[in-house]
C-alpha cells in the first residue's frame, strides 16, 4: 500500500522556522518527482515546492528565498525546511508523489502565529 506520512508540523511565531518531513512507502521512491502543497481554509491549493528525479527545484513565488525542498532517496523521505515563516504560511501541507500517477499524504498543520 502507498504510503505517504508527513510530519514535523506544528505552531510557530512569525519569523521561525520548521522542517517538514514525507516518508514515502509503497513505490519506487528514486523514480517519483516529489513536491510539497499546502490549502489554507477557504483557498486553493497551491504549490509550495517540487524537486525532481534529478533534484532539480521548483518553488511557489511566495515562499522563494525562504523555503528549500530536498530528497534523501536512500531514506524514501523528501523535506521542507521553511525559515523565516510568516503568518500567510498557515495551513495545511501536504506530500505529493508523481510519476505514472499522484499520491498524496494526509497533510499536516503548520500555523504561525504569535
Known amino acids: 500500500q502507498v504510503q505517504l506520512v508527513e510530519s514535523g508540523g506544528g505552531l510557530v511565531q512569525p519569523g521561525g522556522s520548521l522542517r517538514l518531513s514525507c516518508a514515502a512507502s509503497?513505490?519506487?521512491?528514486?523514480?517519483?518527482?516529489m513536491g510539497w502543497y499546502r490549502q489554507a481554509p477557504g483557498n486553493q491549493r497551491e504549490l509550495v515546492a517540487i524537486?525532481?528525479?534529478?533534484?532539480?527545484?521548483n518553488y511557489g513565488d511566495s515562499v522563494k528565498g525562504r523555503f528549500t525542498i530536498s530528497r534523501v532517496n536512500a531514506k524514501n523521505t523528501v523535506y521542507l525546511q521553511m525559515n523565516n515563516l510568516k503568518p500567510e504560511d498557515t495551513a495545511v501541507y501536504y506530500c505529493?508523489?508523481?510519476?505514472?500517477?499522484?499520491?498524496w499524504g494526509q497533510g499536516i498543520q503548520v500555523t504561525v502565529s504569535s
Open positions: 509503497g513505490i519506487a521512491f528514486s523514480l517519483y518527482a
Open positions: 505529493n508523489a508523481y510519476w505514472n500517477r499522484d499520491y
Open positions: 524537486i525532481t528525479t534529478d533534484e532539480t527545484t
